[in-house]
């Protein structure tokens, strides 16, 4: 199955990886890695997490305090944030149809 970033979740990810190189070399590196073996499970079991609202899931990231929100879509998944866990839970709302 496909995948692919809203361009705003597109943004969040390759600013949190900024982040957490500043943090310690190589962390953004794992951080990328852990996000992508995220969207790997999505992507092998689209209908495992939890309906958040409507039709977006959250599947949760290891190691960081991060979940991956998707829409499962007939062209595929959409990314449609990388939310951190700890902030604004409902900024992401407007980017849904």
């Known amino acids: 199955m496909n995948y692919s970033f809203h361009p705003q979740a ?3 990810f390759e600013r949190a990886i900024e982040y957490y190189e500043t943090c310690q070399k190589g962390l953004g590196y ?3 890695i ?3 073996n995220t969207i790997q499970n999505v992507i092998n079991f689209p209908d495992t997490w939890p309906v958040l609202r ?3 899931r959250r599947c949760l990231v ?3 305090p991060y ?3 998707y829409s499962i879509e007939p062209e595929g ?3 449609l944030a990388v939310m951190h ?3 604004s839970p409902n900024y992401w709302k407007h980017r849904t149809a």
């Open 54 to 56: 409507l039709s977006i």
């Open 34 to 36: 852990e996000i992508h």
């Open 85 to 87: 866990l700890h902030r």
């Open 67 to 69: 979940g991956i929100l």
């Open 62 to 64: 290891r190691r960081f």
């Open 10 to 12: 597109q943004v969040e």
């Open 77 to 79: 998944i959409i990314i």
């Open 30 to 32: 794992d951080f990328a």
